[in-house]
């Protein structure tokens, strides 16, 4: 009969998830010597549904003023019956089963995408720096860290949907802006640089500075580079936002 140790306890993979939170240094520790990311998927995702359904409703409204815009502004649509604008606009405000389960479906692929693409950048981190870190322990220790910058930043984005009403929000970007952030800094002038500075925000910075001290504890990388690249991947997910808003429909 084998019996758990302390040690092996407190390695469980929900421990860890709830270590990232409360005490990183330990949850890095923990990493260092046993990678693992499997409950932290899963809170996450689980996180980020939840986040989904409390936006659905302030989703759909900001789906409906975009197809308004859409109809008013792409001239191919602007020649379709009126029976047919009127479709597309109900199916705006009230999107059907299969799409809200389609998206619900798209959340484990994006969140995936995005712990690789950064895990590659602090990979590159932890060359340049001569770091001791296996791209597998920043991979878990990044999935652990969504848990804290998506999963409850996602969390409180939709609580915060919920209560603002979805008359608030006139698009996509509204609903993922809504957090404070470095946004003021634009006077209240939309457009992409106001999108970039509204990715700086407690949570995307929270998830910057675990990742620093993932990389100061998992790969032993100096304060300069430990830091410089969660700083990099953060101006990149304001850069990927900021093309984002340009590319859409005004």
């Known amino acids: 009969m084998t019996v758990d140790t302390p040690l092996q306890i407190k390695r469980s993979g929900l421990v860890t998830v709830l270590d990232t939170i409360v005490s990183p240094s330990e949850a890095f520790e923990t990493l260092r010597e ?3 990311w499997g409950w932290a998927f899963i809170v996450a995702i689980v996180l980020m549904i939840v986040a989904a359904l409390l936006e659905r409703q302030a989703s759909a409204h900001a789906g409906y003023i975009l197809m308004q815009q859409m109809i008013a502004h792409n001239s191919t649509m602007a020649q379709m019956p009126d029976a047919k604008k009127q479709q597309m606009l109900a199916n705006a405000a009230n999107p ?3 799409q809200m389960l389609f998206g619900f479906i798209v959340i484990p692929v994006i969140l995936l995408l995005i712990v690789t693409v950064q895990t590659v950048i602090l990979v590159i981190g932890n060359a340049v720096g001569k770091g001791q870190a296996s791209f597998k322990q920043l991979w878990c220790a990044l999935m652990n860290i969504a848990v804290a910058s998506a999963g409850i930043g ?3 984005i939709g609580i915060i949907a919920l209560v603002r009403g979805p008359n608030g929000y006139n698009s996509i970007a509204d609903i993922q802006n809504s957090l404070p952030s470095l946004a003021f800094l ?5 457009g992409a640089l106001s999108t970039f500075l509204a990715q700086v925000n407690p949570f995307s910075v929270w998830g910057a500075v675990l990742s620093a001290i993932a990389m100061l504890i998992i790969a ?4 300069v580079i430990s830091f410089i690249f969660p700083i990099l991947i953060l101006l990149l997910g304001g850069g990927i936002a900021a093309g984002l808003s340009v590319l859409t429909p005004k």
Do not use: E, I, R, Y
Request: hydrophobic letters at 40%; proline letters at 11%; glycine letters at 12%.
């Open 220 to 223: 032993k990388t100096s304060k």
């Open 96 to 98: 059907p089963l299969w």
């Open 186 to 190: 634009s006077f209240g002038n939309s």
């Open 34 to 36: 046993v990678p693992m």
């Open 154 to 156: 996602g969390l409180v």
